[in-house]
């Protein structure tokens, strides 16, 4: 087949001003510039946009692999207040904020899925498959993400990772799970362990679970192969602990086994809020927390250019789809679940483009900031200028 007819959603190049120079970020790769390469406007030459693109770094890699992700269950033991999967209909008391309906997949919605999958890859021309396991909690239904797993293999299951809240992956489940292709988890934390456990609670009780789920991946780590992805949310309710958190992590967990990030956490939850602002003091701390994490040996992700989602940048739903627990299908994961967000259903396929015209929103819409746009983009280029020049300082950029 000719895989080059697979192309992404078009990633607009990013210049960032470093320490000693230039940053080009295109969808090819990271190339160091001078001044002498930009226009007295901070644009590119045209002869040095001539290089660039004959060294490949505007070109958009191709799909090679179908994405799927799949809530095997739509339940949650936490009741963490800022959930995207929150409703906004009236609490139902204690630390149990509504959520979506519950639905919980079965062998034949796996089939159903599975079927669809092969029709769609068939119609892309994509032999391999990379499936993402999501909830809720996936791992409410283990035996779902099992045997979705163990049949996945006869679509061309080139990977899998999962979004679990950690407090049930033990490590006779994980084995089994990587055993079947599954090859990282990302896992939250709301920062240090005090701010976590008072954000990041069970439902009902509100008990915390910091140390249940350093705990489980400390063990998952010391028995598996399987990566972490640690994923810390940021808000004005925690920053002030997460150089610590760091620190602890790294106590407990193998670093050289982890990645590490830090996002700004958005309110699409009940009674949450976050008043951080992306302003020059938070853009410092991103920096220091980042700086540390390297230096204490995690893996801090490079930056690069957006990367659309391969679900939900296209609006026909050509190269991935993101289905619930009952087979319906949405655009994306954070409406997945919600009424009235439906794009269609794994038997019957995608509803007609009218349809869902009002429906498909794509990931860089989930979260909106009361920052303005401008804000938002001066502080992740100070961030990734700054995390460049660190990584290329130490000698680590070409790792």
């Not at 970020?25 to 390469?37: E, Y």
């Not at 249940?212 to 949310?233: F, P």
Request: proline share 4%; charged share 25%; net charge positive.
């Amino acid at each position: 087949m000719n895989r080059g007819r697979h192309r992404g959603a078009t990633s607009r190049p990013r210049l960032l001003r470093g320490e000693h120079g230039w940053w080009f970020l295109g969808p090819g790769g990271i190339a160091r510039l001078n001044g002498g390469h930009l226009t007295p406007a901070h644009e590119l030459r045209p002869a040095t946009e001539r290089t660039l693109r004959e060294q490949g770094l505007f070109k958009t890699r191709p799909y090679r692999s179908y994405s799927l992700t799949v809530l095997t269950s739509t339940r949650c033991n936490l009741g963490c207040g800022y959930c995207f999967q929150n409703t906004d209909q009236d609490e139902t008391g204690g630390n149990r904020p509504p959520r979506i309906a519950y639905s919980r997949l079965t062998s034949d919605t796996i089939t159903s899925i599975l079927e669809f999958t092969g029709r769609r890859q068939a119609e892309a021309g994509l032999d391999r498959l990379v499936l993402m396991l999501f909830g809720g909690e996936p791992l409410l239904n283990p035996r779902g993400c099992v045997e979705l797993l163990e049949r996945a293999a006869a679509y061309g299951l080139h990977r899998a990772s999962m979004t679990s809240n950690g407090t049930l992956l033990t490590p006779s489940l994980a084995q089994r799970l990587a055993d079947l292709g599954l090859r990282d988890v990302q896992v939250t934390f709301d920062g240090d362990q005090p701010e976590h456990d008072a954000i990041r609670v069970r439902r009902g009780g509100g008990e915390g679970t910091f140390d249940a789920i350093v705990g489980n991946l400390a063990r998952v780590q010391e028995t598996t192969s399987i990566r972490c992805v640690l994923r810390v949310n940021v808000s004005h309710h925690n920053h002030r602990g997460i150089d610590e958190l760091v620190e602890r992590l790294a106590r407990a967990l193998d670093p050289s086994r982890c990645s590490i990030y830090f996002a700004r956490v958005g309110d699409v939850g009940i009674g949450y809020g976050n008043d951080l602002s992306f302003g020059d003091d938070t853009a410092t701390r991103f920096i220091r927390w980042q700086r540390r994490a390297v230096d204490l040996g995690f893996t801090v992700p490079r930056p690069g250019v957006e990367t659309p989602c391969q679900a939900c940048s296209h609006r026909d739903g050509r190269y991935g789809a993101v289905v619930n627990a009952d087979g319906t299908l949405y655009s994306c994961w954070e409406t997945a679940g919600k009424p009235g967000w439906q794009v269609g259903t794994v038997r019957d396929g995608y509803l007609a483009a009218e349809r869902t015209r009002d429906r498909w929103i794509s990931c860089d819409e989930s979260y909106r900031y009361a920052d303005d746009h401008a804000a938002l983009t001066r502080f992740h280029d100070t961030v990734d200028a700054a995390h460049l020049d660190y990584l290329s300082s130490t000698g680590r950029l070409g790792r």
